[in-house]
T-cell receptor, first 111, second 111 residues
């Protein structure tokens, strides 16, 4: 099946800093989503972005499907941004609609 | 909309007991997913329903696990008999087409 790698695995920032999280995938994708898992364990949709660029406030995401990666940008980070960021894709040989998650990037934002 | 509803939120049980986890998807969503999350294995897809029909159950660990979706508004995941290694957070997610929306999860502890 399709492989998903996220980097970096861990990230520590001071409040106000910017960051870029990366998701690489091994095959063509039908769908791609970014999620934030907050410290209470809740998984929150950030972006549905199989291709192109989207922005929502301080967050934006870009997927370059032809080069098999997606980036999540966090600007002016806040302590509430702490948590784990997951990339999930659907695709691969045969165009599977079964979602595969990466291992996530754990982000800690210090005040 | 209330979002995806899961119950119970926490379950502590003894090894050998039957455990039933429940999920109410968002109204109008035709796909439903059950996931398990552990530190060791991350987020794993257990089973995927589309229009109440199980499409892929290849992630179900073994015969002790079973899942049903008797109608569009209700699904159960049953573990019988439970074992300590089943301890994890179990998430239910629903989708209208491509984007997934997660419930709050059920934290299961098997002693």
């Amino acid at each position: 099946g399709i492989q998903v790698e996220q980097s970096p695995p861990d990230l520590i920032l001071q409040e106000g800093a910017n960051s870029t999280l990366r998701c690489n995938f091994s095959d063509s994708v039908n769908n791609l989503q970014w999620f934030h898992q907050n410290p209470w364990g809740q998984l929150i949709n950030l972006f549905y972005i199989p291709s192109g660029t989207k922005q929502n406030g301080r967050l934006s995401a870009t997927t370059v499907a032809t080069e098999r990666y997606s980036l999540l940008y966090i600007s002016s980070s806040q302590t509430t941004d702490s948590g784990v960021y997951f990339c999930a894709v659907e695709g691969g040989p045969g165009g599977s609609y079964i979602p595969t998650f990466g291992r996530g990037t754990s982000l800690i934002v210090h005040p | 909309d209330a979002g995806v509803i899961q119950s119970p939120r926490h379950e502590v049980t003894e090894m050998g007991q039957e455990v039933t986890l429940r999920c109410k998807p968002i109204s109008g969503h035709n796909s439903l997913f059950w996931y398990r999350q552990t530190m060791m294995r991350g987020l794993e897809l257990l089973i995927y329903f589309n229009n109440n029909v199980p499409i892929d159950d290849s992630g179900m660990p073994e015969d002790r696990f079973s899942a049903k979706m008797p109608n569009a508004s209700f699904s159960t995941l049953k573990i019988q008999p439970s074992e300590p290694r089943d301890s994890a957070v179990y998430f239910c997610a629903s989708s209208p087409a491509a984007e997934q929306y997660f419930g709050p999860g059920t934290r299961l502890t098997v002693t």
